[in-house]
């Protein structure tokens, strides 16, 4: 028999009863729709407040435009 390489480095093989591995942050479809909304619902509540200003007729500044682009953004 010849000798194994000595460049070959040998494998872990994972047995039976190993589980694979699972990502970071897990797979929870519940907590991403949850802070998914909770995003949304936050640019909604700083899109308001611009908004609300310009519908009582007061002109948007520069900070209130800049508020309204960062909430669409």
Known sequence: MSPPDAGSVPVPVPGPGSAPARPLFGGCWSCRLLSGAGLLMAA?????????????????SMGAIAQITLAAG
Request: glycine fraction near 12%; hydrophobic fraction near 35%.
């Open 44 to 60: 909604v509540w700083v899109y308001q407040g611009p908004r609300s200003a310009m519908k009582r007729g007061i002109p948007p």
